[in-house]
């Protein structure tokens, strides 16, 4: 039987973000996703537009309620953006809600970037995602997450070795009690990728990919949405994150070969045959 997931992200019709890219993942890799969408975009927000927006905060609980009235078991939540403080409070309870024992939470925080917090958050809503962060098995930050989730001031000259590197992944599994993925790391110009523990006193593995110098809507829910399939099969940390990480690269590149807008995010979906012949030689599938 497969796993089920509950995925809590927005819907953006058009762009190829959030649920539009976790849903084909997840299901490629083998889970059984079931979105919790926290709104619904007729696109993504960055330099298109004219785009629509409606909020579903309001719909979160009753449809939590409804699948645990129905004793539907989770494996596993993964949540992502969200848009209020409100929102937070409510991922919080569905995540009490809906959780068992066994049940993996994987919190991608998404809040912050380049030193900042993005625009539509507030100081609030920054330590609300630290609440979330304490339940969850792993948190999936960039260097500009982690240090606003440890309320520590953002100096990237600070973080250019591997051994800072993985003291700041270590204080944050230190400090929420969880597996830890540090994303956007790297050590040359040429190189990208991430930091990852799979809990407190554990030392850091290392994965990388090539680099490439563009920026495409997506490929963060695309290489948290390849790492939470994996994790989800039981794979060691390290391998799931060089697996997203591989998988990201060969995207983006293709994505560059088609000459693609890139606002109008990644072509990945020519390389999900690829993806599985990956999990089917890790004997995930």
């Known amino acids: 039987m497969n796993k089920r997931i509950a995925a809590i992200h927005d819907l953006s019709g058009f762009g190829k973000c959030s649920l539009t890219?976790?849903?084909?993942?997840?299901?490629?890799?083998?889970?059984?996703?079931c979105p919790l969408p926290t709104a619904f975009l007729?696109?993504?927000?960055?330099?298109?537009?004219?785009?629509?927006?409606?909020?579903?905060?309001?719909?979160?609980?009753?449809?939590?309620?409804?699948?645990s009235e129905l004793k539907l078991r989770f494996d596993g939540i993964y949540s992502g953006f969200l848009g209020s403080l409100e929102q937070i409070s409510k991922v919080s309870e569905i995540f009490d809600l809906l959780s068992g024992r066994d049940t993996l939470i994987f919190v991608d925080p998404c809040m912050a970037d380049n030193g900042k917090l993005y625009q539509t958050y507030s100081s609030d809503m920054a330590r609300?995602?630290?609440?979330?962060?304490?339940?969850?098995?792993?948190?999936?930050?960039?260097?500009?997450?982690?240090?606003?989730?440890?309320?520590?001031?953002?100096?990237?000259?600070?973080?250019r070795t591997r051994e800072a590197v993985a003291r700041l992944a270590q204080d944050l599994a230190a400090r929420f009690q969880c597996g830890v993925v540090l994303t956007g790391i790297g050590f040359s110009p040429e190189q990208t990728g991430a930091a990852c523990l799979a809990g407190p006193g554990d030392e850091p593995a290392f994965?990388?990919?090539?680099?490439?110098?563009?920026?495409?809507?997506?490929?963060?829910?695309?290489?948290a949405s390849v790492f939470v399939a994996a994790k989800m099969k039981g794979l060691e940390i390290g391998r799931c994150a060089q697996i997203a990480a591989d998988f990201v690269s060969d995207t983006i590149a293709r994505t560059v070969r088609d000459g693609t807008d890139e606002r109008y995010g990644v072509n990945f979906e020519q390389g999900i045959p690829d993806l599985i012949s990956r999990f089917q030689k890790e004997a995930l599938l």
Do not use: M
Not at 21 to 29: D, W
Not at 55 to 66: H, I, K
């Open 207 to 223: 994965a990388f990919s090539q680099k490439v110098a563009r920026h495409y809507h997506g490929t963060g829910d695309l290489f």
């Open 21 to 33: 890219i976790i849903l084909p993942i997840l299901s490629a890799c083998g889970l059984e996703a």
């Open 42 to 67: 007729s696109s993504h927000t960055g330099g298109l537009p004219g785009f629509t927006h409606r909020d579903l905060t309001s719909d979160l609980l009753p449809a939590a309620r409804q699948w």
């Open 128 to 159: 609300g995602t630290q609440l979330l962060c304490h339940k969850a098995d792993f948190i999936l930050p960039n260097l500009t997450e982690a240090c606003f989730l440890l309320n520590e001031p953002y100096r990237p000259e600070r973080y």
